[in-house]
């Protein structure tokens, strides 16, 4: 069975400070993942996708991802958090031979302290 | 990049009246789409497969006969909530997929009173 962690579903960081928002997942071969971002009332936006490429993913907004295979982790980071970025984000996993089933995490609302 | 649709943005209705909700990718044709439910500060909750040109696929707990689903052609999925009581209330989303990419729609509010 897939499934996806998301650690911490409330994160709160300073303005300008690194922002680290956790995810793991669980599949026995390495499954597509993303993550996406929330604003309210709105669809969710692709930040940035791990295709099995480079394990190392750049998105917008300054946003990237590590893949970590040893670990099962695709956490998403960030340098300097901007008020812009208070959010609600979600990874989500999706499996190969799944015929683009997507799992997603429980989701990690971002507070960006002024 | 690729864009779905979904229309309305909000709606207000009565208990007991029926909704329906369009999506539509307007750039590409899918032959799924997916419909998810959320509830606030949760995350999305995977309802059914639409497939178009036969049944949709529902998950485990999400009643048929109450979420009625047509995928009318490649470009359209209709989600009906039928008899709709104010439990139904939330937040809607579909998406369809493109590659190993999916594309979400903006989401439909829905209020029952």
């Known amino acids: 069975a897939q499934s996806v962690t998301q650690l911490g579903s409330h994160v709160s960081v300073s303005e300008g400070a690194l922002v680290l928002l956790r995810c793991n997942y669980s599949?026995?071969?390495?499954?597509?993942l993303f993550w996406y971002v929330q604003y309210p009332n709105q669809g969710l936006q692709l930040l940035l996708k791990y295709t099995s490429a480079a394990t190392l993913v750049k998105g917008i907004n300054g946003f990237e991802a590590e893949f970590k295979k040893s670990e099962t982790s695709f956490h998403l980071t960030k340098p300097s958090a901007h008020m812009s970025d208070a959010a609600e984000y979600f990874c989500?996993?999706?499996?190969?031979?799944?015929?683009?089933?997507?799992?997603f995490g429980t989701g990690t609302s971002l507070t960006v302290i002024p | 990049g690729a864009v779905v649709s979904q229309h309305p943005s909000r709606v207000i209705c009565k208990s007991g009246t029926s909704v329906k909700i369009e999506c539509r990718s307007l750039d590409f044709q899918a032959t799924t789409m997916f419909w998810y439910r959320q509830f606030p500060k949760q995350s999305l909750m995977l309802m059914a497969t639409?497939?178009?040109?036969?049944?949709?696929?529902?998950e485990q707990g999400v009643e048929k006969d109450k979420f009625l689903i047509n995928h009318a052609s490649l470009t359209l999925s209709t989600l009906t909530v039928t008899s709709a009581h104010p439990e139904d209330s939330s937040f809607y989303i579909c998406?369809?997929?493109?590659?190993?990419?999916?594309?979400f729609g903006p989401g439909t509010r829905l209020t029952v009173l």
């Open positions: 989500a996993v999706s499996p190969p031979n799944t015929g683009n089933q997507f799992y």
């Open positions: 639409s497939n178009e040109g036969s049944k949709a696929t529902y």
């Open positions: 998406s369809a997929p493109l590659g190993r990419e999916q594309f």
């Open positions: 599949s026995s071969v390495p499954p597509y």
